[in-house]
């Protein structure tokens, strides 16, 4: 919708707009907003049946029971490029290093992979999940660490007291729930003052998105752009402390075709380099020409006193 009004009919007053930048414009012609619709049931809804919430919730927790569970022991075997395992330890880092005291909440904790990893370093960490599957999952894979626990709950009406946890984060999952900033909101409810929230979000206007939407056999993308990700945690009333930016290109998937030169696997190989202590992905992706196109943003952001 535009922001400028209709003159009159009378009126002789003419408004020009400033045109888009080219770029702009093609991402916003190439990829569209999320329509909060599990993709199996895309068409159902492009045709005015809108679904609630609950009907959202239940269909995405079905494509994780289905399709996600029964390959995670085939994806723990499988062995990790260098990049993933930068990806996560820089992940691993930010949350300690936002760290202080108190509780932690791994918001969609999944299968507990963050969990065990996280809890020797704190005093107590809990994990909430919308899939009863990964909880139990998560709850087989650090039963013999104390200090965690694990729960189901939905990340928009979290299970937790206000102001009772220190730290918040969640990694590769916002993007799959669509309202984010209900969570957001949440994350913010349940922080004590002083606490910090470390969310990944995905980007909208990325060719990630592209090729996301190029496997209809996914969970449905929700993602966002990503002004509309920094004003949700401002208006949560979260300070942000910090924003980095990953994945300008895909680094997956073989479609679409017409993307093909963007996506061989050799992209990955300079982009996981380091210099000076970050990856060519995140420098390049910094950049500001280019970080409202990058897929992959981690904002670190803290609850006032």
């Given at each position: 919708m535009?922001?400028?009004?209709?003159?009159?009919?009378?009126?002789?007053?003419?408004?020009?707009?400033?045109?888009?930048?080219?770029?702009?414009?093609?991402?916003?012609?190439a990829?569209?907003?999320?329509?909060?619709?599990?993709?199996?049931?895309?068409?159902?809804?492009?045709?005015?049946?809108?679904?609630?919430?609950?009907?959202?919730?239940?269909?995405?927790?079905?494509?994780?029971?289905?399709?996600?569970?029964?390959?995670?022991?085939?994806?723990?075997?499988?062995?990790?490029?260098?990049?993933?395992?930068?990806?996560?330890?820089?992940?691993?880092?930010?949350?300690?290093?936002?760290?202080?005291?108190?509780?932690?909440?791994?918001?969609?904790?999944?299968?507990?992979?963050?969990?065990?990893?996280?809890?020797?370093?704190?005093?107590r960490?809990?994990?909430?999940?919308?899939?009863?599957?990964?909880?139990?999952?998560?709850?087989?894979?650090?039963?013999?660490?104390?200090?965690?626990?694990?729960?189901?709950?939905?990340?928009?009406?979290?299970?937790?007291?206000?102001?009772?946890?220190a730290?918040?984060?969640?990694?590769?999952?916002?993007?799959?729930?669509?309202?984010s900033?209900?969570?957001?909101?949440?994350?913010?409810?349940?922080l004590e003052?002083?606490?910090?929230?470390?969310?990944?979000?995905?980007?909208?206007?990325?060719?990630?998105?592209?090729?996301?939407?190029?496997?209809?056999?996914?969970?449905?993308?929700?993602?966002?752009?990503?002004?509309?990700?920094?004003?949700?945690?401002?208006?949560?009333?979260?300070?942000?402390?910090?924003?980095?930016?990953?994945?300008?290109?895909?680094?997956?998937?073989?479609?679409?075709?017409?993307?093909?030169?963007?996506?061989?696997?050799?992209?990955?190989l300079?982009?996981?380099?380091?210099?000076?202590?970050?990856?060519?992905?995140e420098?390049?992706?910094?950049?500001?020409?280019?970080?409202?196109?990058s897929?992959?943003?981690?904002?670190?952001?803290?609850?006032?006193f």
């Amino acid at each position: 919708m535009s922001n400028f009004q209709s003159a009159p009919p009378s009126s002789n007053i003419q408004i020009q707009q400033k045109a888009e930048p080219p770029i702009i414009r093609f991402a916003r012609n190439a990829v569209q907003p999320c329509n909060t619709k599990p993709r199996f049931e895309f068409m159902q809804y492009q045709k005015g049946e809108k679904p609630s919430e609950a009907e959202i919730e239940r269909e995405q927790q079905e494509w994780f029971r289905t399709c996600y569970v029964p390959i995670l022991d085939t994806l723990a075997a499988s062995p990790r490029s260098d990049y993933a395992a930068k990806m996560t330890t820089l992940r691993l880092n930010l949350v300690l290093g936002s760290y202080d005291h108190g509780s932690v909440l791994d918001l969609c904790c999944g299968p507990g992979d963050f969990l065990k990893d996280v809890a020797p370093h704190v005093e107590r960490v809990i994990g909430v999940d919308f899939s009863p599957e990964l909880v139990d999952i998560a709850r087989q894979r650090t039963s013999a660490q104390t200090n965690v626990s694990c729960c189901i709950g939905s990340a928009r009406t979290l299970p937790l007291k206000s102001a009772s946890v220190a730290l918040v984060f969640s990694f590769s999952s916002l993007y799959y729930i669509p309202h984010s900033e209900d969570v957001v909101t949440e994350c913010a409810r349940v922080l004590e003052p002083g606490g910090a929230a470390v969310l990944e979000f995905g980007i909208l206007y990325s060719l990630n998105t592209l090729v996301c939407r190029s496997y209809p056999d996914l969970a449905s993308p929700c993602h966002i752009p990503l002004s509309t990700a920094l004003r949700m945690v401002k208006q949560a009333g979260l300070t942000i402390e910090s924003d980095r930016a990953f994945q300008l290109l895909p680094l997956w998937g073989s479609k679409p075709t017409w993307l093909r030169p963007l996506l061989h696997p050799y992209w990955r190989l300079i982009l996981e380099r380091d210099v000076r202590g970050q990856t060519v992905d995140e420098l390049v992706s910094s950049l500001r020409v280019f970080r409202h196109f990058s897929f992959r943003h981690i904002i670190v952001c803290k609850k006032p006193f």
